[in-house]
């Protein structure tokens, strides 16, 4: 069973930066996807920004020049580093990944519990 697992979260003023951090682990395969959602409260959750194996990035706008993903595909590992963060990125931000795992190469799709990054004066 794969499971992915966040760290780094925390409490930050505007125009600072938080670099977060996501493991998965099990019996893996290959990843093909990882990337970060975020979910605010009472809005729907919204991506943030993913990267293939390939290392192709892409962005939501709203983030553009501020964030940067990079994944450690030896390790199984993908990081969003935040900078010039804003009190609209306050939100639970949750790490994906997708890929396949086992020797039957199933594919998985699978979520974090979230890490919460409050932005505040």
């Known amino acids: 069973q794969v499971q992915v697992v966040e760290s780094g979260g925390g409490v930050v003023q505007p125009g600072g930066s938080l670099k977060l951090s996501c493991a998965a682990s099990?019996?893996?395969?290959?990843?093909?996807?990882m990337g970060w959602y975020r979910q605010a409260p009472g809005k729907e959750r919204e991506l943030v920004a993913k990267?293939?194996?390939?290392?192709?990035?892409n962005y939501a706008d709203f983030v553009k020049g501020r964030f940067s993903i990079s994944r450690d595909n030896r390790n199984n590992m993908v990081y969003l580093q935040m900078n010039s963060l804003n009190v609209e990125d306050t939100a639970v931000y949750h790490c994906?990944?997708?890929?396949?795992?086992?020797?039957?190469?199933?594919?998985?799709?699978?979520w974090g519990q979230g890490t919460q990054v409050t932005v505040s004066t």
């Open positions: 994906y990944a997708a890929g396949y795992s086992g020797r039957r190469r199933d594919a998985f799709n699978v």
């Open positions: 099990g019996n893996i395969w290959s990843i093909s996807a």
């Open positions: 990267m293939s194996d390939g290392s192709s990035a």
